[in-house]
């Protein structure tokens, strides 16, 4: 019987421990886990007290090549001692894996392992460390550029809103807003003062699922899965935002904690006015950003809660609440 042809799986986790054995020299109770399914799966490698992190790339998600640049990247961070989890080469020094999955050849990466935990509440001080630690990456990558995606307004804005549009009923009051808003982003992404936004390397998903800290608040950084080039500020922009979905704006801890983050930063590098200025701006395109991600990729990760309802919701709690604090006009900078 001819298998059927599938587009989306999920590798044993227990064959995928002997494969690590086998191919890192590894011991022989190494145990392996599923930790997270979706856009790419991740497994926990256990070597008796040793842990890593070995993750399996979706099919088509990544090229070798972009791959190949994100893993470089690391290796310099590394040796500039900056705290990142890495890729580790297997016994052959090969970083790349490619696994000859049911639905195509998908690449694969072993990382070391982030020591700590996530923090979903960090304190006022952690806020500073983590503001140091972007900083330090940002000075480190400053005017440099990867091969990789450029993070401009087509992609955060306009590619973003194409694939929300597959989900989302034109005509409909949530639809009308983004188009509103997305109109009003790109105008604010043209009259932006390029001479004093940096550029260089973004990672673009830095909050707390992606950072790990020991109980002597040490950060170690890790999944630069979405690493590419843009103003850095996105990083700020991101990072604010999802402090205000944790905290929310209103909440008394908010701004202490955002003001930390920001003196943190700065006692690194400084942010221009025309950073500070955009950055609730690029708070809510990146808004679109993720919600266009969220919905490209429906088939192997969020069919499980996305829907017209889901979106609604989401528009309506999140973007639209976060783009009425900063209302268009409104030039006094709240980050």
Known sequence: MTHFPVTNSNLSAKHLG?????????????????????????????????????????????????????????????QNNLPVSFPLPDAENNFIQILNAPEGDRFAVLFTFAQGEKEHNSSVETHFQI???????????????????????????????????KFLTAGTEEMSFMQSAQKYLLQEFQKADTTQMRQGIVHLDIWFDNMNITKENEVTLFDFDFCGNGWLCLDIA???????????YEA????????????GYESITQISDEEKRLIPILGVSLYFFYLGIQCQRYDNWSNSFLSENYL?????????????IYKPGDNKNRA
């Open 312 to 324: 609604k919701r989401y528009i309506n709690g999140l973007v639209k609440r976060y783009h009425d």
């Open 252 to 263: 008394k801890d908010y701004q202490p904690k955002v003001d930390s983050f920001i003196k």
């Open 238 to 248: 991101y990072y604010i935002l999802q402090l205000h979905n944790i905290e929310k």
């Open 131 to 165: 503001g140091q630690l972007m900083a330090r990456f940002h000075t480190a990558t400053n005017n440099r550029r990867l091969d990789r995606v450029d993070y401009s307004p087509q992609v955060i804005l306009i590619d973003s809103l194409k694939q929300v549009s």
């Open 18 to 78: 002997h494969f690590l054995q086998e191919k890192y020299s590894l011991g022989k109770n190494t145990e392996c886990q599923l930790i997270r399914a979706g856009i790419n799966d991740t497994y926990l490698v256990t070597d008796n007290s040793e842990k890593f992190v070995f993750r399996v790339y979706s099919l088509n998600w990544r090229t070798r090549a972009e791959i190949n640049e994100e893993i470089n990247l690391l290796l310099e961070l590394k």
